[in-house]
């Protein structure tokens, strides 16, 4: 069982910058692949990215390419994203999420094969 909670939510203006933070608690942390995924008001949850058990890999959706990054310490049960440049349409409540098997990059956007979700942050971008 691995509980998730995220942090480092809040308002900025556009163009600026925010680091949420997602922590584990639990066992074998780096055992699981971690996701960020986010939903708007009215609009269904969407993948943001995600890290493989190492911090190896990453994979991003196109929306959020080259102005998001996130990493993980498995010493400290933590991920990260990063976000930079961000824009009124990043506005969303960020959720982390892990999951314990992986197939194919095409899957890591699928939310039914994560296992486990934290709460969620509110992050609110300004024009």
């Known amino acids: 069982q691995v509980q998730l909670a995220e942090s480092g939510g809040g308002l900025v203006q556009a163009g600026g910058s925010l680091r949420l933070s997602c922590s584990a608690s639990?066992?074998?942390?780096?055992?699981?692949?971690m996701g960020w995924f986010r939903q708007a008001p009215g609009k269904e949850r969407e993948f943001v990215g995600a890290i493989s058990w190492s911090g190896g890999r990453t994979y991003y959706a196109d929306s959020v390419k080259g102005r998001f990054t996130i990493s993980r310490d498995n010493d400290k049960n933590t991920v990260y994203l990063q976000m930079n440049s961000l824009k009124p349409e990043d506005t969303a409540v960020y959720y982390c999420a892990a999951r314990s098997s992986y197939s194919t990059p095409q899957s890591l956007a699928v939310m039914l094969q994560y296992d486990f979700w934290g709460q969620g942050t509110q992050v609110t971008v300004s024009s």
């Open positions: 639990g066992r074998s942390f780096s055992s699981y692949v």
